[in-house]
């Protein structure tokens, strides 16, 4: 199972931008009963929570997204989106997108950076 992440770059204060996390090596019906989510490491803290998602669609968010960001997943595709928008310096960091099972092995992606400049 592997879970490629992508859509970071450098942004001004105040614009938007859209991860997605493509998953590949789990099947239809395996990647629709994970959740998936979405975390963050900025430089010298550790990593936490930006958002998840559950198989029925149940939706959870740091309490710093304040209703800026949105999490979608399409099963189908076996794809989870993060829309970003109003992003602030604070935004700043690698963003890791990681499925989960009880009972199984979590999977993580590798990082796709968010800048955001001032």
């Known amino acids: 199972v592997q879970l490629q992440a992508s859509g970071g770059g450098l942004v001004q204060v105040g614009e938007s931008l859209r991860l997605s996390c493509k998953v590949s090596g789990m099947g239809l019906n395996e990647f629709s009963i994970y959740k998936m989510g979405w975390y963050r490491q900025a430089p010298g803290k550790q990593r936490e929570l930006v958002a998840t998602?559950?198989?029925?669609?149940?939706?959870k968010y740091g309490d710093f997204v304040k209703g800026r960001f949105s999490i979608t997943r399409d099963n189908a595709a076996r794809t989870v989106d993060l829309r970003m928008d109003s992003l602030k310096p604070d935004d700043t960091g690698d963003y890791y997108c990681?499925?989960?099972?009880?009972?199984?092995?979590?999977?993580w992606g590798q990082g796709t950076l968010v800048t955001v400049s001032s």
């Open positions: 998602i559950t198989n029925y669609g149940g939706q």
């Open positions: 990681k499925a989960e099972f009880p009972g199984s092995a979590d999977y």
